[in-house]
């Protein structure tokens, strides 16, 4: 019997890396601290205007996010031109991928960093190229060495997920300045908004002057819209237009579009919920620190803990405990910044471990 015809895939598609989700929470009683999620639940204005929405659910959303764009580009006193918003920043991170790489071709980025670069490289067909953490920071001197002919793309993750550290103005400008200009750069600064060390630069001040660099933000961290996948590229036109030639249509929804919108005009109000995240962060560090623990210094909404071979022990023991928290292999866990109370409850826990 000859076997039945079954599609012809690529060859490579069975060994293409995978996204690990963290795990859906049991129950609303665990305390879900495993995704960097905001805490707290939408506001009172934001959850009206997409209320707003949901009678027109039935028609297609503006292809072009062309209100969001336009107060983005207010926001950030950038060109319209420049804004690409996409399905996530992951979403936008595949867009750029796929319009500045394929088969061949090398993307540069530290690791651990984002769990999903691996995935979304070997997805556009390049090679990823993935240069070990230099004391859980980036090693943009490695980085910068390992550009070759084939490199396409080269991601800053700042701050990096999962470490929290973050690369400062002189060290990313001078790997900027060394970087040749035919390889698109991107600051991928999902946590920007957590951001309190003032010599952490601003990727939007650094692209303004470097047409390779490009800078991914998102609405799902601070704005705390992870649900709804939006997020958006800034770049310069060339970039930004091949990036749009490479978006799903109508990726933004509708109602991410009006959620969006709404939380930049709600801009204080949540911005004061990041200042409470920020000084949470501050003072789980400390508290860590003092029960003996060793934490690199975070500017996300997470810290992260190297426990190595106890990672696994670690996380099952807070999850007993009731708190969720991101373990990676036998390297480390993550642990987001909650609210006052369940950073309490993880406190607990790890101050109770012997370091
Ligand atoms: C969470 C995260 C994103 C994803 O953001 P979405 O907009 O939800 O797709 C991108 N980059 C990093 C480093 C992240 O941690």
């Known amino acids: 019997m000859t076997p039945a ?34 805490p707290y639940p939408p506001l009172p204005s934001v959850v009206a205007a997409m209320r707003e929405e949901l009678g027109r659910v039935n028609r297609y959303p503006d292809a072009k996010s062309g209100e969001l764009v336009t107060e983005l580009s207010a926001a950030l006193a950038v060109p319209p031109e420049h804004v690409v918003p996409g399905t996530g920043s992951l979403g936008v991170t595949k867009d750029l991928l796929c319009a500045a790489a394929g088969d061949g071709d090398e993307v540069l980025f ?16 390049a090679t990823p190229v993935q240069i070990p953490l230099l004391d859980e920071r980036h090693d943009l001197k490695a980085m ?7 490199t396409r793309v080269i991601i800053v993750c700042n701050p990096n997920n999962p470490t929290g550290t973050a690369v400062r103005r002189g060290e990313l400008e001078r790997f900027l300045d060394r970087v040749p200009d035919h390889v698109l750069v991107v600051l991928d600064e999902a ?15 650094l692209y303004r002057d470097r047409p390779n660099v490009a800078v991914l933000r998102t609405f799902s961290k601070a704005y705390g819209l992870a649900r709804l996948r939006v997020g958006y590229a800034v770049a310069h036109p060339r970039v930004a ?54 934490v ?16 696994p022990a670690f996380a099952d023991l807070c999850e007993t405990a009731g708190v969720m ?31």
């Open 5 to 38: 015809p079954v599609p012809r895939l690529r060859a490579d598609v069975s060994e293409l890396p995978r996204y690990v989700p963290g795990r859906a929470a049991p129950s609303d009683l665990v305390d879900k601290l495993s995704s960097n999620e905001n």
């Open 110 to 125: 530290a690791w651990r960093s984002f769990e999903a670069y691996p995935m979304l490289v070997w997805a556009t067909g």
């Open 144 to 150: 910068a060495e390992a550009v070759t002919e084939r």
């Open 191 to 205: 946590y920007r908004e957590f951001v309190d060390d003032t010599d952490v630069p601003d990727g939007i001040e």
């Open 241 to 294: 237009a091949a990036v749009r030639a490479c978006t799903v249509p109508f990726g933004v929804s509708g109602l991410a579009q009006a959620a969006a919108r709404a939380s930049l005009h709600a801009g204080p109000e949540l911005l004061e919920r990041v200042g409470t995240l920020v000084a949470e962060r501050a003072r789980v560090t400390r508290a860590l620190q003092a029960a003996g623990w060793n």
């Open 296 to 311: 690199p210094d975070s500017q996300a909404n997470f810290v992260w803990l190297r426990l190595g071979s106890h990672t």
């Open 325 to 355: 928290v991101r373990p990676f292999g036998d390297e480390g866990v993550r642990i987001t910044i909650g609210t006052p109370e369940q950073n309490d409850r993880l406190l607990k826990i790890a101050g109770e471990w012997p370091v």
